[in-house]
């Protein structure tokens, strides 16, 4: 976690009681998590139910960066790869969560791109390994007809993000958080204040 963010958080439990989160996605579940943990009152609202926008939308994959990297964002992949860091650490089951037999597996148009995808991967410092397409399954079934091309692969991960989400809740509640869910963000401006 970035210096900024921690501080963030400390000043909040210094000049306030509680804190109060609005979301269910997990960068909220974190958020709630860290607080919580840190002995900070908090209370984690979800707007209809937890997970099932973009925390579950990209279909269970907690990806390293490499995508960015290999397109030269790095600050982006560093970014993303401290966040998912950050997530599988919060969730003290992780390893159960996550699926060994799934790969990030990257299949550049030519060898410029695997070049550049390879430069990239370096500099952000994220590991890979170059295959060639016959070894990754699931490459090859989007190539059968292809023997030469090579496969970039990464460290990303497949997870169960509702399984993961629900990691987080009850750790979040362990650790003294309140956990509700609403069905509008309007039911929110009635509720009783305190």
């Not at 989160?21 to 139910?49: E, F, K, N």
């Not at 292809?146 to 809740?169: N, P, Y």
């Amino acid at each position: 976690m970035s210096k900024k963010r921690r501080s963030v958080i400390v000043a909040a439990s210094r000049a306030e009681r509680h804190l109060a989160i609005v979301g269910g996605g997990v960068s909220a579940l974190w958020l709630a998590l860290y607080a919580a943990r840190s002995g900070l009152a908090t209370t984690l609202v979800g707007i209809d139910r937890f997970g099932g926008y973009a925390s579950t939308g990209n279909q269970g994959w907690l990806h390293s960066g490499a995508l960015y990297a290999m397109n030269g964002a790095h600050e982006l992949a560093a970014a993303c790869r401290a966040g998912a860091e950050e997530v599988l650490r919060a969730a003290d089951r992780a390893g159960a969560l996550t699926s060994p037999d799934v790969v990030g597996a990257f299949v550049p148009g030519d060898d410029r791109q695997l070049d550049e995808g390879i430069r990239g991967l370096r500099t952000s410092r994220i590991a890979f390994d170059v295959r060639d397409i016959s070894e990754v399954r699931d490459a090859y079934l989007l190539y059968p007809d292809d023997k030469v091309r090579k496969v970039v692969v990464t460290g990303d991960r497949a997870i169960d993000t509702q399984l993961l989400i629900r990691e987080m809740i009850e750790q979040v509640a362990g650790h003294g958080g309140r956990v509700a869910t609403c069905r509008s963000p309007v039911e929110l401006t009635r509720g009783k204040t305190g």
